[in-house]
């Protein structure tokens, strides 16, 4: 089972840009679907965005879609969420989280099974 270590949260104005990251443990990275969420204050845990094991597919929420881009390099064991026209909506926790799945189905039907400690994402206006 992997571990997931998150970074490159912090404080930005809105219109600008952060990247995540989230580095794995193990040797299976690459066999996993990973996927990033986020929970604001008072809020539900959402998906923000989700990525297939070789990087093929990918899945955004309506509400990031233009703006944030998920990626992966398994060379590194590293999955990436770049954040650009960041909106005061958009302050949060940020988790990545780990799936056993064998192919990337949309948001509602991913079970994952591994997460991350979070990392904070605040947006001022």
């Known amino acids: 089972q992997v571990q997931l270590i998150e970074s490159g949260g912090g404080l930005v104005q809105a219109g600008g840009s952060l990247r995540l990251s989230c580095a794995a443990s193990?040797?299976?990275?690459?066999?996993?679907?990973m996927g990033w969420f986020r929970q604001a204050p008072g809020k539900e845990r959402e998906s923000v965005a989700a990525?297939?094991?070789?990087?093929?597919?990918?899945n955004y929420a309506d509400s990031v879609k233009g703006r944030f881009t998920i990626s992966r390099d398994n060379a590194k064991n590293t999955v990436y969420l770049q954040m650009n026209s960041l909106k005061p909506e958009d302050t949060a926790v940020y988790y990545c989280a780990a799936s056993g799945a064998q192919r990337l189905l949309p948001p509602g039907l991913m079970k994952y099974d591994t997460w991350g400690q979070g990392t904070q994402v605040t947006v001022s206006s």
């Open positions: 990525i297939s094991q070789r990087g093929a597919f990918r």
């Open positions: 193990g040797r299976t990275f690459s066999s996993y679907v």
